[in-house]
Nanobody, 125 residues
Framework: QVQLVESGGALVQTGGVLRLSCAAS????????MGWFRQAPGKERDFVAG????????FYGDSVKGRFSISRDNAKNAVYLQMNDLKPEDTAVYYC??????????????????WGQGTQVTVSS
């Protein structure tokens, strides 16, 4: 299975921007559908964004549409989450995940085989 390491989390003010990165190793990265999830304190882990193997199809959770953008660079074995216009409700630990299913039920955690340790994003009001 691929190993995943997230980075880029930070403390930002409302309206700020962040770019999260997820570095993959130990597998053929282009074989994986990649996703971002987040978990706020006391809440379930929610789907944020997903991207297919070549970036041709992307998907977003309703709460981030129009503000967040997912992309990938298969040559660098990396997936990114550009987060704009951040809001306090975006505060969470953000996780990168990989699915060996080419067209998974992308919002469902059980579809993903590998997970990173997470990176903290805090948005102050």
């Amino acid at each position: 299975q691929v190993q995943l390491v997230e980075s880029g989390g930070a403390l930002v003010q409302t309206g700020g921007v962040l770019r999260l990165s997820c570095a993959a190793s130990g597998g053929t990265f282009s074989n994986y559908f990649m996703g971002w999830f987040r978990q706020a304190p006391g809440k379930e882990r929610d789907f944020v964004a997903g991207i297919n193997w070549n970036g041709g199809r992307v998907f977003y959770g309703d709460s981030v549409k129009g503000r967040f953008s997912i992309s990938r660079d298969n040559a660098k074995n990396a997936v990114y989450l550009q987060m704009n216009d951040l809001k306090p409700e975006d505060t969470a630990v953000y996780y990168c995940a990989a699915s060996q299913t080419m067209s998974p039920l992308y919002a469902r955690e059980f579809e993903y085989d590998s997970w990173g340790q997470g990176t903290q994003v805090t948005v102050s009001s």
